[in-house]
């Protein structure tokens, strides 16, 4: 289906070819599955399409085995100038258990290979509380990373989501997961282990050289608009929230014959927009700017969430202090109790 989804995609773009574009993701899964041809094709389309200004921010998310040479050289010379590895684990026992299909010594080849065709932005995800792992297994999985001297990095706990194997394992009692101080031992020492290898932790999960924070994500963390496009993508557009069809062979039908793809759509009233600022704002280390919020909404924040904000300054879950209100260490370990207090 991949040529026909590509089409799908690039009539899809075609309707919003008036938006003015700052960065560009590709992700939602492994793009890099694609052929060199297939890539080239789309990122054509989408240059044709939208005016991809020079020193946007343009990037591809690759899984550890599915690039080489051609498909590196095509991702750089179409304008992509940072991409994000998805390493998980330096644990081959581990990546095996979570079904990758690429081991730690892949991950370092995929690295130094993009190094070398002249990448020099790279973030590297990884993955803690993993079945069976351990504290050790993950320190020792940071610092193998820290050595590759990548850009940036982000680190996210696993989930255990809905409807998947790991779900009904976890249910029947089959899944060996970390303890929950054990889970948080690793977060913090991974925080530990960046910073002081000159990592800047600006937000709960990410971590950046200076300079290298992702543009493209803080566009989500400050509530500012997105376009998603391709089956299952999502949008914040013009005060409408919206989500895509999630199957692929209706979505292309849908494009195909001029249909809109989208199937859930919700408008953000100036309540809503309030609430999501928050809780998105507070997900950044330095929090949120009690200035920005009445610059952006007219109104004060006190005068709104007043009596929230003293609750969790009295439990000790944020601070306020330059005119910013920001997460405590408590407040991140306890940070979505924090985000309920926005939520109406």
Known sequence: MIDGYIGAVLKEAYGYR?????????????????SAGQISRLLSGLADTFDLKKGIEF???????????????????????????????MDD???KKLGR???SGVFTETFEEARHAGFDNINVDLMFALPDQT????????????????????CYGLTIEDNTPYRKMYERGELRLPDE???REMYWNAVSILESNGYAHYEISNFAKKGRECRHNLIYWRDDSYIGLGAGA???????????????????????KGDSPVVQREYIDRRNEMEEYFFMGLRLMKGIGIDDFE???????YNLYGKSMDRLLKLGLVNIADNRMYLTEKGVDLSNQVFMEFMD
């Open 234 to 256: 999502h949008s914040y557009y013009k005060g409408y929230r919206y989500a895509n069809e999630q199957v692929p062979e209706r979505y292309i039908d849908a494009v195909c």
């Open 18 to 34: 008036n938006a003015d574009i700052d960065t560009v993701f590709m992700g939602g899964g492994t793009p890099t599955l694609m």
């Open 135 to 154: 504290y050790g297994d993950w320190v020792d999985t940071v610092n193998k990373i820290v050595v590759q001297k990548p850009e940036h990095v982000s």
């Open 101 to 103: 299909i690429h081991s």
């Open 181 to 183: 101080d054990t889970e």
């Open 93 to 95: 026992r581990l990546l």
């Open 295 to 301: 610059h952006r909404f007219g109104e004060s924040p």
């Open 59 to 89: 990037t591809a998310e690759a899984n550890p085995g599915t690039l080489d040479e051609e498909k590196l050289s095509m991702l750089l010379h179409s304008g992509v100038n940072r991409l994000s590895i998805g390493a998980q684990s």
